[in-house]
């Protein structure tokens, strides 16, 4: 499946918000609302929208601290990163893991209470892992952008 251009205003309507209305949707993309919905529910089976979920306050539900944490492993091989991967997707105050080139192997985006919590999960969980050789954090002072939107227009740029 490629792309149009009513495809790509679908997807820039419902990354904005996902709960808008069909009607509203077609509206902006120049469509019936049966068509749109169809279009809605093709987007969905070819997987290019993965999930519609609610985006929370993190202060409002008493997570008021985020730590980006770059971790170096001792074992770098494929079997290595595996057992990271899979250590970080149980955690649930993991909510990125990126596995990076250069000088650390993984960045996480680790959202927690507070600093004492946050605490408990570097002393008593990450660097209990035999497979952690170190991790470094920094502490998140203010969040000066935040989006779950991709940029779809760069992408039509590059097909151009």
């Not at 089976?45 to 519609?52: E, V």
């Not at 079997?79 to 993991?94: C, D, I, K, P, Y």
């Not at 080139?101 to 919590?117: C, E, F, M, T, W």
């Not at 605490?119 to 969980?125: A, D, G, K, W």
């Amino acid at each position: 499946m490629t792309l149009d251009r009513q495809d790509r205003l679908i997807l820039e309507a419902l990354q904005e918000d996902a709960t808008l209305p069909v009607t509203k949707i077609a509206l902006r993309a120049n469509l019936s609302d049966p068509s749109c919905w169809r279009r809605i529910r093709q987007l969905r089976d070819a997987g290019y929208i993965r999930r519609q979920v609610a985006i929370l306050d993190p202060v409002k539900v008493n997570l008021s601290v985020t730590v980006i944490t770059s971790v170096t492993l001792r074992d770098k091989s494929v079997s290595g990163q595996n057992t990271f991967e899979e250590f970080a997707l149980v955690q649930e105050e993991v909510q990125e893991c990126l596995l990076l080139s250069g000088g650390r192997d993984y960045q996480l985006k680790v959202i927690v209470p507070n600093i004492k919590a946050y605490e408990h999960f570097l002393t008593s969980v990450l660097l209990n892992l035999p497979i952690v050789e170190s991790a470094e954090s920094n502490f998140v002072l203010r969040e000066a952008k935040q989006t779950t939107a991709l940029p779809l227009r760069l992408a039509d740029k590059c097909q151009n």
